[in-house]
């Protein structure tokens, strides 16, 4: 069953947009909601992370959304760049261990 | 500081053969995690080991296991291999267990099965 439930699975944006990728989970009991980047060929890294108790968190072009009573998540990259292609994964935390959702390839063009 | 570094990089195995992947961790981490991952799938949690002991388990078949050394380096060793495992296994090690924040990956192995 899976737990946290992200979307879109791949999207395409132009130099410039906001993509906004969403998701979504069940059990109110995670407490720790990271979001990974992976570029083709690496292992995914830790991009920005949240706790349930903050509604939004900004680091650099990348901002979480949080909403708690909905379970709801999102991760917004501002005038997103073509380095910015890579596949991202949201991911929740409980119990020692990390459930991801299953990716958004993200294509940003010039 | 060296990364998490994973081997062999890529692999190539037939259908009913084992496989045994090896892991070592940052230097000075001791849990060191293993993931699934697959397209249409995401990562998808296999165990972690904290001071050579599993101290926690995902929901795969007793195929796969793993194992810690006191240096803390780790091997994944999957048998009677079938054409579903054929994924990108991701090794991630942290200080200890459930240290998310300071999770790091390596670069993974490419397991096909043919």
């Known amino acids: 069953q899976q737990q946290v439930k992200q979307s879109p699975q791949s999207l395409i944006v132009q130099k410039g947009g906001i993509p906004i990728i969403n998701c979504a989970y069940e059990?109110?009991?995670?407490?720790?909601f990271p979001w990974y980047q992976q570029f083709p060929g690496k292992g995914p890294a830790l991009l920005i992370a949240?706790?349930?108790?903050?509604s939004e968190k900004k680091e650099g072009r990348f901002t979480i959304s949080f909403n708690k009573s909905a379970k709801q998540f999102s991760l917004h990259i501002m005038d997103s760049q073509p380095g910015d292609s890579a596949t991202y994964f949201c991911?929740?935390?409980?119990?020692?261990?990390?459930?991801f959702g299953t990716g958004t390839r993200l294509q940003v063009f010039p | 500081k060296a990364g998490v570094t994973q081997t062999p990089r890529y692999l190539i195995k037939t259908r009913g053969q084992q496989v045994t992947l090896s892991c070592s961790p940052i230097?000075?981490?001791?849990?060191v995690s293993w993931y699934q991952q697959t397209p249409g799938q995401g990562l998808q949690f296999l165990f972690e080991?904290?001071?050579?002991?599993?101290?926690n388990k995902g929901n795969f078949p007793g195929r796969f296991s793993g194992r810690q050394f006191s240096n803390s380096r780790s091997e994944m060793n999957v048998s009677t291999l079938e054409l579903g495992d054929s994924a990108l296994y991701l090794c991630?090690?942290?200080?200890?267990?459930?240290?998310?924040?300071?999770?790091?990956f390596g670069s993974g192995t490419q397991l096909s099965v043919l």
């Open positions: 991911a929740a935390s409980m119990n020692d261990k990390l459930i």
């Open positions: 059990n109110t009991a995670f407490d720790y």
């Open positions: 949240i706790r349930p108790d903050v």
């Open positions: 230097s000075g981490h001791r849990s």
């Open positions: 991630a090690s942290s200080l200890v267990v459930g240290q998310h924040e300071k999770l790091f």
């Open positions: 080991y904290f001071s050579e002991t599993q101290r």
